[in-house]
């Protein structure tokens, strides 16, 4: 992570199968300001490291949306 990079934590509920997975991590990892977007399948949570300069915690939620799957921050 760089000094302008933070981690953002979210949940989705909605994931039902490994291939959940690299669809999310796509879309995420689109984004402009993304360095890092990893999904856990198993307990539905996803970190993202990224410049809030370029992307809010919105356009996270409303990518993963795009895929089809909703998420909401987190604190896990």
């Known amino acids: 992570m ?7 934590k979210l ?5 039902s199968c490994p291939s959940c997975v690299p669809k999310i ?3 995420l990892m689109a984004l402009p300001g993304v360095e890092k977007a ?6 539905g949570r996803i970190e993202v490291d990224h410049d809030p300069a370029l992307t ?3 356009a996270l ?6 895929s089809g799957y909703t998420a909401k921050p987190s604190a896990f």
Do not use: G
């Open 25 to 27: 991590e796509s879309a």
């Open 61 to 66: 939620v409303k990518s993963i949306a795009k």
């Open 2 to 8: 760089t000094n302008t990079t933070i981690r953002t």
């Open 56 to 58: 809010d915690v919105a």
């Open 38 to 43: 990893e999904v856990k399948f198993a307990t």
């Open 11 to 15: 949940r989705s509920d909605e994931l």
